[in-house]
């Protein structure tokens, strides 16, 4: 028997293991798959960039690893994209770090759609702070497009594609800055300051770039709190008096398990959380745990996120870099003269690999086949220009996280079907983005512009699957995590989200997270009242 | 069967069309994707794509033995026509490609991958966020 039981060792898993430790209470965290090595990253090999399409692919269903688990993302305008293995998609993500804004927790008030969040940014604000410290931010004060926020280490260097960016923006006389990010401009609480190796996104050679199992976990670990890894939850199991009682899992060697605790967290990610939900059935529970609202695996968002590239005549940073270098905050927030509420960061891409460029350009036709070949590869490498369009979300009971009535993993576990198509005001904003991108783009000299509207694979932002809320009716946990049917369980990730943001998720995850397990401590006496 | 899962036809059917696809280049000093160490390569990197890369090839079955105008008549019958065959052929041929070090150099790159050494990155022009330091508040407050 244990305390707390935490499934999944991601973003959410990690910081509300490490906040917890302190209660000394005895925690054990599931995670179904491995410790990461870096010295196996890609980045430190030649076949950096092919790896991206094979065991570090973005995507679970390729990527098809002994620890990943299938998703039916067919019926999905978006592909699901992720990562199994100690830190989660914090091993297998840009590091951009921006926060929501405190007008993205009151939607409904502000702009009449959706739903208002139980909680505010100002509640969350001191755990944005601690999280920042805890992850190792860079970034720089005085940004006018955001709240203030005290970034430890300075920014990433602009290089050649953000000056290019920046003189740019002051063109059009719009807004830009250098982004925030988890990526180490000095040496930091024991990683390494960046070297500019350019693939940050599926894992940091380096370490430099903060993703949990280097930054919460061995502090979590020198606590106490124990980490069992190949422990792939089948189900959570509850008692005659309606509580938790622990979770069913599989090990290593496909062995069954049951791990009894006192309190169970979940923490798998806006789509392995409802799948484990709806994956604990029950005469108590027959349409699936904490479900009584039948709201578990609806409302999914997952960041509609359109890119516009080009390409200028002087050669740039290329993937010389870290791939994210400033946001654009000008198209944020709600403006009434649009066509549609809400808005979208900018974000402003320095290039890509060489093997990249190639199969992507001629993907669309802009790289041939035969003689021409080796003249216009030389035009595109290293001279690309993108800016992405991080679109804001709104909740749709329609898009949707079911189980697979056929398709399981290999321990025999149902698997994810997803439903998502987007929304109306979302088309509309991206369609403003990608206007006002190409307008960012030529005023940079660029040509060759090319706009694709649904990243594929990509971003692996999933959000709301359990929503919080105060009515029951509407929610699948309370404003600190609780489960409204189930009073000993608790979701602490991005599926409790009320509304997605404009914006890369991981740093209001994890702020979150931390809040609840303040909570959580706060209320211990009385946690299951 | 090879010992990279491509029967001798299909490599040399594979051979053919990498070399229709990048092919070598004098003005550039790059060899073509037909040379024989990147289709080396190729055939050993093939691994998810295997399923696909058969597809492709039994497309293009006997290209290799076609003359030059029919051969290209072929192989761009089995581009137009897209799909997703034709996307992991494409994609296998160009990650190999793209490595090698003849091709890699000719690019004015370094023949290495990112980790130990990695990159220096510039710091640039500080001063353009001068206006943007100047601006109100965007942010709504809530």
Redesign the interface.
Known sequence: MVDVLIVGSGAAGAAVAWSLAETKMRILCLEQGDWQNSST?P????????RR??DFDISPN?R?RETDYPIDDSQSAMKIANFNGVGGGTVFYTAHWPRM???D??VK??DGVADDWPI??WALEKFFEENDRMMGVSG?E?D????PRHPPMPP?????T??LY??TM?QLGW????SDSTIATQDYEGRAK??????CTPGC??GAKASTDITYWPLALRAGVELRTRARVREIVTNEQGMASGVVYYDAQGEEHFQPAEVVIVACNGIGTPRLLLNSISSRHPNGLANSSGLVGKNLMLHPWPQVRGYVPERN?GD??PMLSLWS??F???DPNRDFVRGYTMQFARGTG??TE??TS??VGALP???D??RIA?EL?HHRIQVGIACDDLPEETNRVTLHPDLKDSNGIPAAKVDYKIGENTRRMMEHGIARATEILEAAGAKGIYTSRTLLNSPGHMLGTCRMGNDPARSVVNAWGRSHDVKNLFIVDGSTWVTGGGLNPTSTIQAVALYMADQIKQRLATLFD | MTATGLSPSENRDLRRVAG????A?T??K?PGADDPKIVADIER?I???MGEIHNALAALAGIADLDDAAA?AK??AF?SAGGPAV?AF??CV??????DDRV?IS?G?E????????????????S??D???K????????
């Open positions: 990253y980045s430190t090999g030649r076949d950096w960039e092919a399409w094979a390729r098809a804004h405190p007008s927790f009151r008030t502000l505010d940014y720089l005085g006018p497009g955001v709240p990433l260097p602009l290089g050649k953000g000056t920046g003189r002051n807004h830009w800055w250098p960046c070297i500019n190796l350019g693939h050679a380096q940073d010389h870099a905050k000008q944020y927030e709600t060489v093997v190639a199969v001629m993907s086949w035969g003689t070949h080796h030389r490498i | 229709l696809m990048v092919p280049s003005e550039y790059v990197s691994g998810r794509d290209m192989a761009e581009r996307a494409e994609r160009l990650q190999c490609y793209y490595r890699v690019l790159l023949a290495r991958p990112p980790f130990p050494k990695g990159h220096v990155l510039e710091q640039g022009d500080w353009l966020l206006p943007v330091r601006r109100a508040k965007m942010w709504r407050d809530a």
